[in-house]
């Protein structure tokens, strides 16, 4: 899969690492923005039992 990228990605080597950065802190990004409040929401965080005498 990464060979993949690598190969549809255009440009020189320091464009494409340059652009493979940008793809990381979008995913990131998203992750962060969408994704794990959504999970937030879905996974019940009261049941704790570590610490629970």
Known sequence: MYAALWRILPG???VR???VLI???AV???LATWVFPWV???VDNQE???GSP
Do not use: E, Q, R
């Open 23 to 25: 793809l990381l802190a």
């Open 28 to 30: 990131l990004y998203s």
């Open 48 to 50: 704790v039992t570590v």
């Open 40 to 42: 937030n929401t879905i």
């Open 12 to 14: 020189p080597l320091w």
């Open 17 to 19: 690492i340059l652009l």
